[in-house]
């Protein structure tokens, strides 16, 4: 099946990308626990964040390849039994970003301590366990893998097939221990979100790590990263609503070459089609049969 995949939809390596400045905080705070608020406050105190949002919206489709295959060896196997990934695999994804932020870090938390052990670590989480699981639900269950039409759709499209690969096939089902991303969150999400911070409190030491809440603001964070506090109020981002806008505004370019790749595939299916059995019918093969079939779909091909 993997090779069948890598047959299909096996795009050109893209340029790795290079790291200009040390890695200074990876924030491995569990999506839906303010994540895209903590990155914009990392922004506004000069810090580059590299946010789950990123991933998406990644317009070279080989760094979403590039996270999807790193998800599927660690939570598909490998034969060894063993997954590590360098720093130098690190840096070709992240580039010049000093913050690591949602899907990435939360992905791979103790991989990218052990790449970089000199970042700091910020264990952000949502003081309501219920109103985190509920906004999980909301969001990593009902805004993607609920969608049937994405599920065809991804088929079609390179892009949509490795964001596939990289949330629902491997990641979240990895994640929170599920056999799909519906089981692992509604079911497991929970003990699964507890279990998670206790291993980060395991792997970091206390000087190392700050456990944030949004509700926390400003002063611990900017203590903890010894930088000055901004005058400005914390900024507080991405409600269920907005988070639905951003997976529309990440799907509708991709459902639209989806969709373009679907008719191409569905019209040269026919012409392949109609191009067998003309063949057969007048006694010859499938391509002698073409110029006829160019005559009556001329405007296809």
Aim: proline share 7%; aromatic share 12%; net charge positive.
């Amino acid at each position: 099946m993997e090779t069948l995949k890598e047959t299909l939809y096996n795009l050109p390596k893209p340029p790795a990308r290079t790291r200009t400045k040390p890695m200074q905080v990876i924030c491995v705070g569990l999506p839906r626990s303010a994540t895209e608020s903590l990155a914009v406050a990392l922004r506004k105190l000069g810090l580059t964040p590299y946010h789950g949002w990123d991933i998406s919206f990644e317009e070279n489709a080989g760094y979403i390849e590039g996270w999807a295959k790193l998800a599927r060896a660690k939570w598909n196997g490998k034969p060894d039994g063993e997954f590590r990934v360098s720093r130098g695999e690190f840096d070709a994804l992240l580039g010049h970003c000093d913050a690591v932020v949602d899907t990435a870090a939360s992905f791979f938390p103790a991989e990218l301590m052990e790449a970089y052990p000199e970042a700091k670590v910020i264990l952000n989480t949502r003081k309501d366990m219920n109103a985190w699981h509920r906004s999980a639900i909301k969001t990593l269950v009902e805004e993607v893998p609920d969608r049937w039409f994405l599920w065809v759709m991804r088929l079609f499209c390179a892009d949509l097939f490795w964001l596939w690969e990289l949330y629902v096939t491997h990641g979240y089902p990895g994640l929170f221990r599920g056999g799909s991303v519906r089981t692992g969150i509604v079911k497991n999400g929970k003990w699964v979100y507890r279990e998670y911070c206790a291993m980060i409190r395991g792997l970091v030491p206390p000087e190392r790590l700050l456990e944030w809440s949004v509700e926390d603001g400003w002063e611990p964070l900017c203590e903890f990263l010894q930088k000055d506090v901004p005058s400005e109020p914390f900024p507080k981002t991405n409600d269920p609503a907005k988070f639905a806008g951003n997976v529309e505004r990440v799907l509708k370019p991709r459902y639209m070459r989806a969709f373009r790749n679907l008719v191409l595939t569905v019209s040269s299916t026919a012409v392949l089609t109609t191009a067998i059995v003309l063949g057969v019918r007048e006694g010859g093969v499938p391509w002698q049969a073409m110029a006829s079939i160019r005559g009556r779909l001329g405007w296809f091909v």
